[in-house]
């Protein structure tokens, strides 16, 4: 049952009112859609209400986070779900190649950038997210902070870092993108050298974004790296004393994706909710209400001053070729390098 969202929420919901074309769509549209996906509670809540309050359509949704794409695999055989909601393109293109997917063209999709989506209409990208590296300013001085990631495994960094570990998507995008810039010089066993010297830096490993923000915000560690939008929230909402590094190299840039999955029970109501949830107005109030940078450029006339001015630059990443590679690497990472002993899981 899908839970009423918070009051602030609630206003926008009920004014937001989107005409879902029919084009490709059957007339037999099923009475409920299941969605799985990474994003959180409360963004999945107001989503869900938005489009139950235009179509009538029930939305069943799971917060399934770093399980999401094992737990799609497992029940290939019998689809549970018709949408897969978030996660890197990474994710999707490795899970296009499994036969995942089915095929589907919502009415935006010519207005994504190609950058943002899969050239035989697999997946688009919703929301594209910058992950850049951030520190305390009251324990670092601008002087003495990191310039590039290449910077973390210096001898001064020594417990100065915290991180996500392997149950955060964005943080296994961000070190498998790391470890092909080393693998595009031919130099992957460097990469790993590189991996464990910033694993011996590191104090501690968190399973989710806000233990690794608190434990900065006590002045555990000085250093990490996060999503930007989590990043202005906390620096914003939660007046913490951040600031962001433009890495030298550039900052991973993943996207995050919507797709149909192969074989969905509920294939009309499916195609429905991706034409809605990648629309623009629905991007935009994403970025409104959860500080989420939209892939639709239509969306940044409604969206945070911050975001029209954002300026970053973005890493050099083969997202194709790190799709065939990702797993493998965060298995290796999780398994051989990063030290267990620092791994402060979720309670």
Known sequence: MIKKIQALLATSVLALSITLPTTGLAQDMEEKVVVYSTHGEAMLEMVADAYQNE?????????????????????KAN??????????????????SEGLFDAFTPSWA?????????????????????????????????????KDWYDLVNPRFKNSLVFRNALSSSARATYSALLQQFESK???????????ELDANTKNYYGSGSMLF?????????VSFMVLNSIIDNKIKNKMPLAVIDAQSGSPVITDGIA???????????KSFIEFAGSAKVQALLAQKFNRLPTHPDALADSPEWMANASF???????????????????????EIKSMSKDKKKK
């Open 313 to 335: 630059k973005v890493m050099d990443v083969d997202w194709q070729a790190l799709a065939a590679k990702q797993s493998g690497w965060i298995q290796k990472w999780d398994s």
């Open 260 to 270: 149909l999955i192969h074989g969905a029970k509920h294939p009309n109501a499916a």
């Open 110 to 146: 010519e207005k994504i950038n190609p950058l943002f989506k899969d050239t035989d209409s697999y997946w688009y990208g919703t929301i594209q997210t910058p992950v850049m590296m951030f520190y305390n300013t009251e324990m670092l001085p601008e002087a003495d902070a990191p």
């Open 214 to 222: 608190q434990a900065v915000g006590r002045k555990e560690a000085a």
């Open 79 to 96: 689809p549970q779900s018709d949408v897969m909601y978030g996660a890197p393109s990474s994710v999707f293109l490795e899970m296009k």
């Open 55 to 75: 179509t009538g359509i029930k939305v069943d949704f799971i917060n399934l986070k770093g399980a999401l794409a094992d737990r799609i695999r497992a029940e």
């Open 186 to 196: 031919g130099e992957l066993e460097s990469g790993w050298k590189f991996m464990k």
